[in-house]
């Protein structure tokens, strides 16, 4: 069963992000904050649940939650940034997009840089854990999708539909044959054999 609330507050938010694996496309984050009466059992970690429930959850936590904010980082800052630091930017800006603002903040995982003077709490496996995050997990994990599955049109031959950016042994046989596109990150290892020093 997830818990409610981590800290007391009525307006706590919960926030999480997807992508952060992923060879190509955006990071994107979500953050959610429910009210103190929000029930659904279908809800989980997205991680857990099939990708149909996910989007049957998504217009349901969209119209209970108080409030809701999602952001995508895309491939160009994750390369300058980092992905750890983009993982928190796009935290940080969905948050922002939060009204009213939450009193606390719990997130998913365990890195997180101050957001303004609100107090916060990282824990890991939140989104098993608490419904706020798992809300934030089930947006942030199918508007990244939706975008996976819109850019696939562009460059079908890397099966985005399917696989959402992820490395897994067809995309990256895709960027051996095919080369990289401007959605792929060029700071990841893309191909295990780039660890393979030429000499």
């Keep these: 069963m ?7 507050f009525i307006l706590e938010c919960g926030t999480d992000e997807a992508g952060r694996g992923c060879l190509a496309g955006p990071v994107t984050a979500a953050a959610v904050i429910l009210p103190k009466d929000f029930k659904n059992l279908l809800l ?16 349901i936590i969209e119209t209970e939650a108080l409030s809701f904010g999602v952001a995508h980082i895309f491939q160009e800052d994750i390369d300058s ?12 800006k969905s948050i922002t997009q939060l009204k009213p603002k939450p009193e606390f903040i719990i997130v998913d995982g365990n890195k997180f840089k101050p957001y303004k003077e609100i107090p916060f709490e990282t824990i890991v496996k939140g989104d098993s854990k608490y419904l706020s995050i798992a809300a934030a997990s089930v947006l942030a994990k ?14 079908p031959m890397y099966n985005w539909k399917q696989n959402k950016g992820y490395p897994t042994k067809e995309h990256r046989e895709a960027i051996r044959k095919y080369g990289i596109t ?3 990150r060029k700071s990841f290892r893309l191909l295990p054999e780039q660890l393979k020093l030429e000499l």
Aim: no cysteine.
């Design 44 to 59: 989980n970690d997205s991680k857990q649940i099939s990708e149909k429930k996910r989007f049957l959850l998504k217009p």
């Design 81 to 92: 940034i980092n992905i750890l630091n983009a993982s928190i930017l796009a935290m940080h």
């Design 142 to 155: 199918t508007y990244r999708d939706l975008y996976m599955d819109k850019i696939h049109k562009e460059f």
């Design 2 to 8: 997830l818990l409610k609330n981590y800290s007391g």
């Design 182 to 184: 401007k959605y792929h």
